[in-house]
């Protein structure tokens, strides 16, 4: 069986094109086609993987916004958190929107876990002013952990948010230019992914 010979356009691919210049050019190629690209030849899957490793690096992502991407999970998995907004549209569609923030789904429970992992160990700052409920203690006080049980499942139950807290943190970008970075955390009183599967439209559209 005759070895099929390197096109010329892959050659160019892989020769003549840094790999800036060519996470660039593939960037504005649609998923389907990265796909189908991906099937072409060996050469162009090597440089298929090789962009998608580095396009979709969660770690990187979350470096963005947490200093230990792998404590953020954690905290997430302990406190049966997730993640919902506009951020992970951002980060599967390869799209920026300045000035959003990152949004965090959680159950009771979860409140000061997060928010204590958020201040003590990530450097962000609370933000009373708003926030909707003020005080993260005072809120708390007034909950009946018997009825609030921040791991119960209840998909037929009440399905609002019940409280919004926010934290920044100000640093300088790259270019020097100081940036403030905006964490809300939204405590819902059903499981978190049933409120965005199920009551939160806009979120169940990103997702």
Excluded at 117 to 124: P, T
């Amino acid at each position: 069986m005759a070895i099929p010979e390197t096109s010329s356009f892959e050659l160019f691919l892989y020769e003549h094109l840094s790999t800036e210049l060519l996470s660039y050019l593939l960037s504005f190629i649609d998923v389907d086609a990265l796909m189908i690209l991906n099937g072409v030849s060996t050469i162009t899957r090597a440089i298929v993987h090789q962009y998608c490793r580095q396009e979709w690096d969660i770690k990187n992502f979350l470096k963005s916004w947490f200093p230990n991407p792998r404590a953020f999970v954690d905290i997430l998995h302990r406190s049966g958190a997730v993640v919902g907004g506009s951020q992970p549209l951002q980060f599967f569609h390869r799209v920026t929107y300045k000035n959003t923030n990152f949004d965090i789904y959680t159950r009771v429970g979860g409140v000061m876990p997060i928010a204590r992992w958020l201040i003590e160990d990530c450097a962000y700052h609370y933000s009373f002013q708003s926030s909707f409920h003020g005080k993260i203690d005072a809120f708390l006080d007034g909950l009946d952990p018997s009825k609030d049980d921040p791991y119960m499942y209840s998909p037929t139950g009440p399905s609002g948010k019940i409280a919004a807290y926010d934290f920044y943190k100000c640093r300088f970008g790259p270019a020097g230019i100081l940036t403030t970075k905006w964490i809300r955390m939204w405590v819902v009183d059903v499981d978190p992914i049933h409120h965005i599967i199920h009551c939160s439209p806009s979120s169940t559209c990103r997702l």
